[in-house]
């Protein structure tokens, strides 16, 4: 039911991705706040394929927490802060480069897990090459404990920072980050 919500409100707010993010099966919204920060406009929170599934999904490695979950905690600390976030996800390559794209001058920063992508995609290593905003990879695994074939991010050299294998909790520790630097 919130769902049904939150997509309504992110539609009208997000423009050139909005007709992107139709199919995606987990959105979120701005959470609106008084801006103690100053930080307006919002910090964008990609998550990339399978994600969706999260709660469900191998959970012995991710954990048991759903995406909705972590959109929610996210969106709660982000208001504790003062500042909005928009939170999308997606299952393809281009919504994901379409958002990074509109993060240009949409975004005042930007937090993205692109799962299996982050070990096979110069796509998005391209599109996040172009920000120019802080920006931080999470990983709610250590993919360096993991198969060698997650040993390597092409996402890793394009962005301000990397946090892997904190669970969860990445999430809010990369919103963290990127307010302390936007706020230094
Ligand atoms: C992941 C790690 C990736 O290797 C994997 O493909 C994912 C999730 C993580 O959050 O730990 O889908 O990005």
Redesign the pocket.
Known sequence: MARKAVTKAKATKTGPATKAAKPVLSKGKPVLSKGKTGIVKPVYVLN????NLLGLREPE??GSTSLSDIEKLVANHAKTQGVNVLCLQSNHEGDLVTWIQEARTMASGLII????Y??TSIAIHDALAMLDIPTVE????N?HK?EEF?HYSYVSSVVSGVI?GLGVKGYTLALDAIIADLTK
């Open positions: 990339g394929p399978n994600l490695i991710y897990n692109p799962a299996a982050s070990h999470v990983h709610i695994s993919v993991r997650r892997c």
